[in-house]
């Protein structure tokens, strides 16, 4: 066989190797962008405010943390929970447009001043709300 002939043949050979090899990448980042485009959905979704309503109307509530920005609430709720402590997030009803983050609620003002002693040390900042 001609050297020329040859290169030619392995060029192509080559060539085609390449080609084969882009592709792929170029389906696999097709994947990788629809798997964003997933992602970017489902915390599109996750964004909307999913209140607890039950919680309306009890007297006392022992709040946590009070943000105008939703996500900065949900922050708030993710930290506090992963600390084991149950809590909620109640909607804005009062006007002053607070999502207030709240690890107690009922109408007993001693149970939430207890409750805020026992967590003191990990939630120094908390302080009751009075409705």
Same mark, same amino acid.
């Given at each position: 066989?001609?050297?020329?002939?040859?290169?030619?043949?392995?060029?192509?050979?080559?060539?085609?190797?390449?080609?084969?090899?882009?592709?792929?990448?170029?389906?696999?980042? /097709?994947?990788?962008?629809?798997?964003?485009?997933?992602?970017?959905?489902?915390?599109?979704? /996750?964004?909307?405010?999913?209140?607890?309503?039950?919680?309306?109307?009890?007297?006392?509530?022992?709040?946590?943390?009070?943000?105008?920005?939703?996500?900065?609430?949900?922050?708030?709720?993710?930290?506090?929970?992963?600390?084991?402590?149950?809590?909620?997030?109640?909607?804005?009803?009062?006007?002053?447009?607070?999502?207030?983050?709240?690890?107690?609620?009922?109408?007993?003002?001693?149970?939430?001043?207890?409750?805020?002693?026992?967590?003191?040390?990990?939630?120094?900042?908390?302080?009751?709300?009075?409705?």
């Amino acid at each position: 066989m001609n050297d020329k002939l040859r290169i030619i043949l392995v060029m192509s050979a080559i060539l085609v190797l390449l080609l084969i090899g882009w592709s792929k990448k170029q389906r696999q980042e /097709s994947l990788e962008n629809i798997n964003i485009s997933d992602k970017v959905e489902e915390s599109t979704f /996750s964004n909307e405010p999913d209140i607890q309503n039950e919680d309306i109307g009890y007297s006392y509530y022992l709040v946590a943390g009070s943000f105008m920005i939703w996500e900065n609430a949900e922050d708030q709720q993710n930290k506090i929970t992963k600390m084991g402590i149950d809590c909620k997030i109640l909607p804005e009803t009062d006007g002053h447009g607070y999502y207030r983050v709240v690890v107690f609620w009922g109408d007993d003002y001693q149970g939430a001043k207890q409750y805020q002693d026992i967590i003191k040390e990990d939630l120094p900042k908390t302080w009751i709300l009075e409705k």
